[in-house]
């Protein structure tokens, strides 16, 4: 009864034809400009088109002489890539974004909440707006986390929440990303290409500054300081070189003036937490981490890792340091969970959803199930635990042998699957490189947003964030492991 | 400064220099036979024992050429110490302390690396061999003028002359070792032309010739040459002054920390050898004999330098 009780009724298929076409985020169904597209699209269209055609070039260069790259898992042969990047910004109206904003906070409160709420009394699960098994039975579930309190009673220290545009033209909620989100690195690079890029265009739509995250995210851990630290020492923890996101790694730490500690850096002595330096061991109060739960400390996780460091929860447990993200925090992004998020918010913050989510549907009842799977090829499937892109089936483009394989792995595990009706992520032109004539062509991509919601002493959220996009026709994937690429967003000033 | 990183940039300043040695002396090797006819059976021979690799060398190619001398060099892949495998190294050990380093550093080293990717044996054909090296050398000079200009003379500063100071040294010894070891001339040759063209390759090498001539004038003897690369307290790379340099850079770590513990590290014993000894005494008691001491002496304090600062057990 899971879907019904979140409140979920399944679609129908033939009422809903009309909002299942995607619409363009710069020109409306007449082909006219949005207005506030119209200076973007008139600067691009007065533009030399061999010039136009050359943006895309000239950012590529610029990206590698500049060396922010990323790394692909189980790509040997190259092992650092640029992340593709497409040059026509994606324009967000200072009313839009006002309302977003609001929204974001809303939610991320929310699932902090919820965070704090399930390992210690789970009143949520008790008040039966949530199922038990649910959550306990969840890949995301941390047991260890119980016990662990954080300052100011804030879990969830970085948020990305990934926004699709529907056909009515809402942004609607496609996933939460709680745990170690990544991506903002790439909305100040993309920001700093595009000032050298197209610098008056920028001056002339008064956009709004995307400089100041670091900053952010900054203050946000050092009020999380363990109590009656004046003066907290800040630390970021990367897995290290291999990493598909280190340079940002680098890059925050960088901008944050930090240390970008590996778990070899760092020891636990007294149930304190230390990092090796030069001239002895330094203790650390913050350690914003970018590695997962499993691997953070041998002790509590996996024994045979090497990435974190033996001793850590207890070090947390005594309150001796926090940690960004907290421990267990991906119980909030638990894709079946996510399906109860906007009950989440009437019952922690007593307010209706200002952003809806993608209709969700849990494989796990067998009504629903069986209803999912007579119209599969309708549907997207994702796992429950995995992030990024991977395993993800999508209905409409998936061969019958996929499909098969995808009821197969439902049926024998039918909890660990959701499913959403395929969402008509809307389209964004895009530039497509150099037709015969030397040329800029544009055409159309379906794109997505990551905004970054920080909670610290107070919430902070970035303007706009990352938009991805899908460079391969019709592909609805946006992952920058799967082949997507980003734009620069362009939230703009009243 | 986490000792993870202090290695790092410890280990870029010694691929640096290490890289700079490799085409100097590729270089060098070059030119001085562009202008006489060898007499030697093979005379990049000498290489390939300057920098101890002898047995790689050998797994990887059946003779010694000087297309494969070079291409070993500059190019190959298995060997930890050509000259597009340091600039790879360095850059890897920059890339995750930017924060620490300018810029202008990385960007520099970041467009070497991109270019040195991009070689092959056909970069060289097309460009010419020499007109690569002094392209090669510009970028090496610009990225050390970089250093020196853009980065605040702190620990991070200290670690790379610290890292330099103790390659360096290391590459000038195996220099001098090889022209007088394994170059060693004829009784009667001693003093004639092709031992004075040795000679003079050898502080091209170091690119010690202009200086040579002005501290030493124009006679080229073995006791000079041994003189300003390894007693001179004003010549930059010299081992005294390389060594004079690292007390003061140890001297200037340890006065950041509360319980000093350069004073344990054996540079004292160096510096008192380098200080005393002379160019005719030492070539008297055998110059190889003293070098391979030499090196040993510098291989240990490097050791515990690593021990002391950096090692994370």
Known sequence: MDAQRAGIALPDWRAQAAELQPINEMFDAQGRARPECARVIAYLLAMEPTRLAELGERAQRMFQTMGVTFNVYGDHDGEERIFPFDPIPRIIPAEVWAGLESGLIQRARALNAFVADVYREGQIIKDGVIPRDLVIGSQQFRPPAAGIRSPGGVYITVAGIDLVRGGDGRFHVLEDNVRTPSGVSYVIENRRIMTRLLPELIRALRVRSVESYPAYLLACLRELAPGGISNPTVALLTPGLFNSAFFEHVFLSQQMGVELVEGRDLVCVDHKLFMKTVHGLQRIDVLYRRIDDDFLDPV??????????????????????????????????????????????????????????????????????????RDLDRYVVKPTGASGGYGVVIGPSASDEELAQARQHIEAAPAEFIAQPVFPLSVHPTLAGRVADGQAALVARHVDLRPFVLLGGRPRVLAGGLTRVALREGSLIVNSSQGGGSKDTWVLEE | ????????????????????????????????????????????????????????????????????????????????????????????????????????L???????????????????????????????????????GIIVNTMPRDLAY????????????????????????????????????????????????????????????????????????????????????????????????????????????????LLGVLRAGSAEQTIAGGLHEFLIGIEAMYARLAEQVFDHYMALE
């Open chain 2, 1 to 104: 400064m986490l000792r993870r990183i202090a290695g790092s940039l410890f280990w870029a300043a010694r691929y640096l220099e290490r890289a700079q040695w490799r085409g100097r002396l590729v270089d060098v090797n070059y030119r001085l036979l562009l202008e006489v006819p060898p007499r030697e059976a093979e005379p990049w021979e000498p290489l390939v024992r300057i920098t101890a690799e002898q047995e790689l060398y050998a797994t990887l190619h059946s003779q010694v050429s000087e297309a494969s001398v070079i291409d070993f060099f500059v190019f190959e892949k298995e060997n930890r110490s050509s000259i597009k495998n340091c600039i790879e190294a360095l850059r890897t050990n920059l890339s995750p302390l930017r924060h620490l380093i300018s810029s202008e």
């Open chain 2, 158 to 269: 200290d670690l790379i002359e610290l890292g330099t100071m103790l390659e360096r040294p290391d590459n000038v010894a195996r220099l001098l070792d090889v022209k007088y070891h394994y170059l060693l001339p004829r009784l009667e040759d001693i003093g004639g032309p092709a031992d004075l063209r040795q000679w003079a390759a050898v502080l091209r090498s170091a690119s010690a010739f202009e200086a040579f001539r002005k501290l030493y004038g124009h006679a080229i003897t073995v006791n000079r040459v041994v003189e300003i690369l390894v007693f001179d307290p004003t010549f930059p790379r010299s081992m005294r002054f390389c060594i004079e340099r690292l007390a003061q850079v140890l001297a200037s770590i340890a006065a950041r920390e509360e319980e000093p513990a350069a004073e344990t590290l054996p540079y004292a014993d």
């Open chain 1, 300 to 373: 509590v996780f996996r024994s045979d890792s090497l990435l974190g460091v033996a001793g850590l929860t207890a070090v947390l447990r005594a309150g001796n340091a926090t940690l960004a993200n907290a421990i267990g925090t991906g119980i909030a992004d638990d894709k079946g969970v996510f399906a109860y998020t906007p009950a989440m918010i009437r019952y922690y913050l007593g307010e209706e959803p200002l952003i809806p989510i993608v209709d969700t549907y849990l494989l796990r009842d067998p009504e629903v199930r069986a209803s999912v799977l």
């Open chain 2, 106 to 144: 990385w960007l520099a080293v970041n467009r070497l690396y991109l270019e040195s990717s991009r070689w092959s044996a056909q970069t060289l054909a097309a460009n010419g061999v020499s007109a690569f090296f002094a392209d090669l050398q510009r970028h090496f000079y610009t990225i050390e």
